[in-house]
């Protein structure tokens, strides 16, 4: 099993709409979640994080945390085409460093 | 201020040569951890330094080594290269190494081994 999981395909949204991703960690002692977003050619940009079950609000972002069924989540309201990038899931198991255990990522596709 | 950089941002080696890869975090952290970003996967985890010590080492062979400086630069090095460590070696940049710490990627170095 791998430790962070994130199997959706490509996701195409139109422009204005909600996009949503989702991504499953193994290790139930993970403590920190993250979320990064990695343009084509680029390195990847922290836009999220989240340590707490619940929901955190960025702007259009919305990070959504459930540690009992051990997933996170994020939305993006008002899809622009500018979102068009992958979306990195990472989880920091802690224990006196910040290894970061990344998900494969999911493309998304805004449609204008 | 500066975010982090890393030197140089493409290099084409040969099979069998050896790599230097250079990294300088961000004005007041003092972690940095490498990652190796292959065509259509997560960043994997190789190193992480902090305040001049290894902290962590991911599963990559001895081939692979890395040091921090007392400035807190780092650098990654790589002997005898294969065709399959062709990928974008990414410097994340921390303040510490606390549980709710946020990492900061470079722009990377992509490696091409022909």
């Known amino acids: 099993q791998k430790e962070v999981e994130q199997n959706s395909g490509p996701l195409s949204v139109p422009e204005g709409a909600i996009a949503s991703l989702n991504c499953t960690y193994s290790?139930?002692?993970?403590?920190?979640f993250f979320w990064y977003r990695q343009y084509s050619g680029k390195s990847p940009e922290l836009i999220m994080s989240?340590?707490?079950?619940g929901d955190k609000e960025d702007g259009r972002f919305t990070a959504q945390l459930n540690k009992a069924s051990q997933y996170v989540s994020l939305l993006i309201r008002d899809s622009q085409p500018s979102d068009s990038a992958t979306y990195l899931c990472a989880v920091n198991k802690g224990a006196g460093n910040n290894r970061l255990a990344f998900g494969k990522g999911n493309q998304v596709v805004v449609i204008p | 201020d500066a975010g982090v950089t890393q030197s140089p941002t493409h290099l084409i080696k040969t099979r069998g040569q050896h790599v230097t890869l250079r990294c300088s975090p961000i004005?007041?952290?003092?972690?940095v951890s490498w990652y190796q970003q292959v065509l259509g996967q997560g960043p994997q985890f190789i190193f992480q330094y902090y305040e001049k010590e290894e902290r962590g080492r991911g599963n990559f062979p001895d081939r692979f080594s890395a040091r921090q400086f007392p400035n807190y630069s780092s650098e990654l090095n790589v002997n005898a290269l294969l065709l399959g460590d062709s990928a974008l070696y990414l410097c994340?940049?921390?303040?510490?190494?606390?549980?709710?710490?946020?990492?900061?990627f470079g722009q990377g170095t992509r490696l091409t081994v022909v």
């Open positions: 004005s007041g952290h003092k972690s």
């Open positions: 994340a940049s921390s303040p510490g190494t606390g549980m709710n710490t946020e990492a900061f």
């Open positions: 290790d139930r002692v993970s403590q920190s």
């Open positions: 989240i340590y707490s079950n």
